[in-house]
């Protein structure tokens, strides 16, 4: 399978999602420059963490003016396969692939720690590697990763099962505490409609290799790859 | 034109005055003499400090680069070298708490990038006043938040450090960063302006009025108007800076340039005369090329203005078009403001005019230095005394006391703010002794460590200086990993004040005395006197920075407990004594006392043992044992681990059993080991003449000791993890 990585001026984990994607899963990767307007015939797109434009506008807001951005629009909506971690999700909302908003985090500071997430939706491209309520232990590092968006969108989403990723405790409960950004519904993954979009807080790309603490991010890159 | 108060404003003393006239061959105008003063600042020249900064270490068998330049490099192998410093950014973070902290991180950033090294790692030692006071609460707050932003954005882990509490630091807090970058050996590039017509070119931010004599701020004590210096601390950017570390380390590697400096403190003074000066060639600038912020800017503020991010490169003639190209892909530019000289002079042009003419020689090298009088300090007699208090009654809460005291609870509050995994090679969260970096692709790692304790320093300088060097090295062997260089930031009060004077030759010789006994270089580092505020002066406060290899990161343990049912095993002795204690300090108020004697010889024996058995794997975990002694070390061990194992030890020393579990002695280390390996563990120490004793082993929800069979302490692993977990976040969150 062939992986293309954007990179936008400020992405940061550009390279380390390259790493896990070549090294670790031993997969085709190659790096897309946010000016051109090429995607290389890849199969999957990665907008990866960072602060891509320095975002001291709302994160990601900068970032969907991309040149880039409208071969990524297109191609998503051909169905093509696009995963947005961190940053990337944020700019995956502001292009409008994905609904809803992010907020500061409820605490108001950057948080950078392992948390625990439930699988909620294992039929997804990105998933289907895992099993429903399956707990991963995989970090987060981010200031705006409060997920927000209107009691409607919520809803549409939970029936539609567009939810993949929520905080939650050791034990797999969604409760307060665990919820530790404080977005709506514990949300840390969403998926489109389609199936074909996913945006996720939490970083998978530092959960690969054991020596760092923890391999359970791998199975979302192994899902994607799964024939 | 220049009268003795224009001198005082720039800090210079009429001697000083003197000799740059002799100098220059004439009365300097006004913008030469901003130059001056800026150069010879303490904080760009060194003058106090440099005769006994002579006594330290400095070669070794792997140093590519010692002092002088903007970071020193050390061999790793493999065709790779680390280059890594540490700077301080005190004074600004006073007055601006966000602003100084992160610009700090900006600088320290450039001092790495500009040698042609990705910095893959940040430190930082942050000295704070006491939390109950809620302006230290501010600033703390300030401070962390500032490193959290610029090292968060432009993407660098910062994977550790320390935090320190004392009443010396409320109105002068110390914010020491420290970075490491990795570089291919071939591909290192330096501080140079050669080749006589080469294009000097300007890229980054604009130039703007921030940070005018940021240098020679931080080289004056701080009065009351203090608060009005605000607009000489400098605003950081990380984006730009990510941009330009981006755009740098391109033209680098594509071998387009000659030399390259960052303007960071003295900016484009510093630069365009410290280039020259190390290649014996001059440099020829028009100011009116600079890129300007704002308007009506004179030559004296755009030579003295410290606006962050921005570097001064030499370029190939031939390869400037190509520079530019890839500035330009970075959103930057890339301007041409003038010229690699044959004459050995900094002449500067603004509107037709030369304003600046001067040899780069006599800003460089030849401020007066100093050999400042010292003077053993009356207050040592009284605080070294120390009358024990008789003992105190519940051990078991003094330990709970002891575990939550700022200094030693638990700094998540702090390093959660802080990205510490982007780059994906954090092996050891922080927290553990010593941060652990793999090197991706190879099967070494780096170790790295911040340390320094004030109060010994204070209480017995020299002593005080070779603990803190052979403490940080206890914290890399805790991880397995052999020091291979030094880097420290010196911080002190006024240097004038021949106490002081007295307070840095002694812990300068403490220090070269313990990096001689490690065959540890010294590869540079940073002097920040005058931490004085309002005629307090703060306590001397080095700051070691050491980096180690770890053979084989497979082989890497923790502090925690692994494993019920191990041996713990304490290497080393413990002995009589709580002088310059923690424990001293969080239960009786007291800051007195000697503090422990350290037999270097010893320690570095005790560090092999732990080093070697780590790298047998004879051991499932191993931590340091230091503030809060032996209590503290076996609390934590039984709580850093997510499996929070307890334990239960037998002493047999006779003596106070509050000096047993809070003594500070040296050269101990605590260890776990399987039974199996029990006895070869046991072996090497015999072999290397380490004392190595079987205190007890693990198990169970409580940590328990005994003292010559009767228990001194009980308590649940669970009760000592809250009372740790929840200190700083409670202290923190009054209003």
């Known amino acids: 399978m062939k992986f293309g990585v954007v990179i936008f001026p400020g992405s940061n984990c550009d390279y380390d999602t390259f790493f896990v994607l070549k090294n670790v899963l031993r997969q085709e990767a190659v790096f897309l420059w946010h000016k051109d307007h090429d995607l290389q015939g890849v199969d999957c797109v990665v907008l990866p963490g960072g602060f891509s434009y320095g975002d001291y506008l709302r994160s990601g807001a900068i970032a969907r003016f991309s040149p880039l951005m409208q071969e990524v629009r297109e191609f998503a909506d051909r169905g093509g396969l696009v995963l947005g971690i961190c940053n990337g999700f944020q700019v995956l909302l502001e292009l409008g692939l994905l609904p809803g908003a992010m907020l500061r985090n409820k605490n108001l500071k950057f948080l950078c720690q392992y948390v625990h997430l439930r699988v909620d939706n294992p039929e997804t491209r990105f998933t289907r590697r895992t099993r429903r309520g399956q707990i991963l232990r995989i970090p987060i590092a981010h200031f705006d990763g409060h997920y927000f968006s209107p009691p409607e969108t919520l809803r549409d989403l939970e029936e539609h099962g567009q939810v993949v990723f929520r905080y939650v405790d050791e034990k797999g409960e969604p409760t307060e505490a665990a919820n530790v950004n404080g977005s709506a519904a514990s949300i840390a993954g969403l998926i489109n409609r389609r199936g074909n979009v996913l945006g996720m807080m939490p970083h998978p790309e530092r959960a690969s290799e054991v020596l760092l603490g923890s391999k359970d991010g791998r199975l979302i890159f192994e899902s994607l790859v799964q024939p | ?735």
């Open chain 2, 1 to 735: 034109m220049i009268d003795r108060k224009l001198l005082a404003d720039h800090n210079l003393t009429l001697e000083e005055y003197e000799r740059i006239v002799s100098l220059v061959g004439r009365e300097p105008n006004i913008t030469e003499l901003g130059i001056f003063s800026l150069m010879w600042s303490e904080h760009c020249s060194y003058k106090s400090s440099k005769a006994f900064l002579k006594k330290l270490p400095t070669k070794g068998k792997y140093v590519i680069q010692g002092p002088g330049e903007n970071a020193g490099i050390i061999d790793i192998g493999g065709g790779l070298a680390v280059v890594f410093k540490i700077e301080s950014h005190n004074h600004p973070s006073f007055i601006e708490p966000f602003q100084g902290a992160a610009t700090g991180i900006g600088g320290i950033l450039r001092d790495i990038f500009t040698m042609g090294a990705r910095p893959i790692a940040l430190l930082d030692s942050l000295r704070f006043g006491p939390l109950d006071n809620p302006r230290n609460r501010a600033i703390m707050d300030g401070v962390v938040a500032g490193i959290s932003s610029y090292g968060n954005s432009i993407g660098v882990p910062t994977v550790g450090g320390e935090v320190y509490f004392d009443d010396c630091y409320s109105k002068n807090p110390l914010v020491n960063v420290f970075c490491l970058g990795l570089v291919e050996k071939d591909k290192i590039f330096y501080a140079k302006a050669e080749g006589v017509g080469n294009p000097v070119l300007y890229v980054g931010s604009k130039t703007g009025r921030d940070g005018i004599h940021g240098a020679t701020m931080a080289s004056a004590e701080f009065g009351k108007e203090t608060e009005q210096k605000r607009p000489n601390v400098q605003v950081g950017d990380p984006f730009k800076e990510k941009l330009l570390l981006e755009a740098c380390l391109e033209v680098m590697d594509k071998g387009l340039i000659v030399g390259i400096q960052d303007m960071g403190a003295a900016g484009l003074t510093c630069s365009t005369a410290e280039m020259p000066a190390k290649s014996g060639t001059g440099i020829s600038i028009n100011l009116d090329l600079v890129p300007q912020r704002e308007e009506g800017m004179t030559p004296y503020e755009i030579m003295l203005s410290e606006s962050q991010e921005r570097m001064l490169l030499v370029a190939k003639k031939e390869n400037v078009t190509e520079v530019q190209k890839i500035f330009a892909k970075w959103d930057l530019d890339a301007v041409d403001i003038g010229e690699v000289t044959a004459g050995r002079n900094l002449r500067v042009s603004f509107r037709g005019e030369t304003v600046v003419d001067v040899p780069v020689d006599a800003v460089v090298n030849l401020c007066p230095v100093y050999r400042r009088p010292s003077r053993k300090p009356a207050y040592l007699r009284t605080f070294q005394q120390l009358d024990l208090p008789p003992l105190a009654g519940d051990l078991g809460a003094a330990l709970l006391k002891v575990i939550a005291s700022p200094t030693l609870a638990d700094k998540e509050w702090v390093f959660r703010q802080y990205d510490h995994m982007v780059q994906t090679n954090t092996a050891l969260l922080p927290g553990a002794d010593a941060a652990v970096l793999r090197v991706k692709g190879q099967k070494r790692a780096l170790a790295m460590t911040l340390d320094g304790n004030a109060l010994y320093c204070y209480l017995d300088p020299r002593i005080g200086g070779a603990i803190a060097v052979a403490e940080a090295c206890r914290n890399l062997a805790c991880v397995g990993a052999r020091p291979i260089g030094v880097t420290n930031c010196l911080n002190f009060g006024n240097p004038e004040k021949p106490e002081i004077m007295w307070q840095f030759k002694k812990i300068i010789e403490g220090m070269a005395e313990a990096c001689r006994t490690f065959e540890i270089p010294v590869t540079g580092g940073n002097v920040s006197f005058y931490n004085d505020t309002e005629g307090l002066s703060i306590r001397p406060t080095p700051v070691l920075g050491i980096v180690g290899l770890i053979d084989d990161v497979d082989r890497l343990v923790g502090p925690g407990f692994k494993k019920e049912d191990d041996a713990v095993v304490l290497l080393g002795e413990n002995s009589e004594g709580l002088g310059a204690s923690e424990y001293l300090r969080a239960i009786y108020g007291l800051e007195r006392g000697r503090p422990p004697g350290i037999d270097l010889e010893r320690e570095k024996s005790v560090q092999e043992v732990c080093i070697q058995a780590i790298a047998r794997g004879l051991v499932r975990s191993a931590h340091d044992l230091s503030e809060g002694g032996l209590a503290v070390c076996a609390a934590e061990a039984c709580i850093l681990d997510r499996t929070e194992i307890g334990c239960a030890l037998d002493l047999e020393d006779k003596i106070r059993p509050d000096a047993l579990l809070f003594g500070e002695a040296q050269s101990r280390i605590l260890l776990s080991a399987s039974e199996t390996s029990l006895p070869k563990l046991l072996e090497l120490a015999a072999e290397k003449g380490v004392p190595a004793k079987v205190i007890g082993w693990t198990g169970g929800k409580e940590l328990v000791i005994r003292q010559d069979g009767q228990e001194i302490v009980r308590l649940p692993v669970q009760r000592l993890f809250e009372a740790w977990k929840n200190a700083l976040p409670g202290t923190l969150s009054i209003r």
